[in-house]
T-cell receptor, first 115, second 110 residues
C-alpha cells in the first residue's frame, strides 16, 4: 500500500512570497491532517479534514494560511505571504476515519525555509 | 500552551540498555495515548498506543506504563539497539485531535 505522498520535499522562498504544498493521502483514508513541525518541537495540528469538510482549523493562522481538499482526496496548503517564522517542516497525515485519529500515517513532509 | 510535557529532551544509551522517556498531561479528557517514532527526513510513525484504562502495554521491546492518577505515562525501550536511534514523541488524543510532546532524541551507542 502506498503511503502518504507530499511535494515538494524542500522549498526555499523569501519572506512575503507565497508557497503551496500538496498532499495525497493513503487511498481510502477519509481524514486528512496538516501539521507544522518547527525544529526541536513536536508536530502542531493546523487543520483537519473529514472527506472534503473542515473538522478543525482553530490553530490555522487564517490571515496567511489556507487549505483545501476539494474532492475529498488530495489537499493543498498555501501560505501567502510567508514570514520568517513559517520556516518549518509541514507534515501531512491521514487516517482511515476520524474515529481512528490516534493512528495517523504521516508523509515525509515538506521542509520550508523562509529567508 | 503545550498540553503534553515530555522529558528528557535527549538521551544516550549503550546498546542493550534501557531507554526511558516520560510524559505528563493535565487534560483529563484525553482518551488515547500513542507514541510515535521519527527518523531524520521521515514523518512520525505510530509505535505503540495505550488507553487510560490500562496500566501497561508491551509490544516486543517497547512498553508503555500509564499512571492515570498521576497523569503520567512513559515509554521503556528494552535492549536498545542502534536502529532505535530516533526521535520519540508522546501524544494524547482528545476530540479526535492529537497533541504532541516536544520529542526526545534517543541515541544508542554500539
Amino acid at each position: 500500500e502506498a503511503g502518504v505522498a507530499q511535494s515538494p520535499r524542500y522549498k526555499i522562498i523569501e519572506k512575503r512570497q507565497s508557497v503551496a504544498f500538496w498532499c495525497n493521502p493513503i487511498s481510502g483514508h477519509a481524514t486528512l491532517y496538516w501539521y507544522q513541525q518547527i525544529l526541536g518541537q513536536g508536530p502542531k495540528l493546523l487543520i483537519q479534514f473529514q472527506n472534503n469538510g473542515v473538522v478543525d482549523d482553530s490553530q490555522l493562522p487564517k490571515d496567511r494560511f489556507s487549505a483545501e481538499r476539494l474532492k475529498g482526496v488530495d489537499s493543498t496548503l498555501k501560505i501567502q505571504p510567508a514570514k520568517l517564522e513559517d520556516s518549518a517542516v509541514y507534515l501531512c497525515a491521514s487516517s482511515l476515519e476520524i474515529a481512528g485519529s490516534y493512528e495517523q500515517y504521516f508523509g515525509p513532509g515538506t521542509r520550508l525555509t523562509v529567508t | 500552551q503545550q498540553q503534553v510535557k515530555q522529558s528528557p529532551q535527549s538521551l544516550i544509551v549503550q546498546k542493550g540498555g534501557i531507554s526511558i522517556i516520560n510524559c505528563a498531561y493535565e487534560n483529563t479528557a484525553f482518551d488515547y495515548f500513542p507514541w510515535y517514532q521519527q527518523f531524520p527526513g521521515k514523518g512520525p510513525a505510530l509505535l505503540i498506543a495505550i488507553r487510560p484504562d490500562v496500566s501497561e502495554k508491551k509490544e516486543g521491546r517497547f512498553t508503555i506504563s500509564f499512571n492515570k492518577s498521576a497523569k503520567q505515562f512513559s515509554l521503556h525501550i528494552m535492549d536498545s539497539q542502534p536502529g532505535d536511534s530516533a526521535t520519540y514523541f508522546c501524544a494524547a488524543l482528545n476530540d479526535y485531535k492529537l497533541s504532541f510532546g516536544a520529542g526526545t532524541t534517543v541515541t544508542v551507542r554500539a
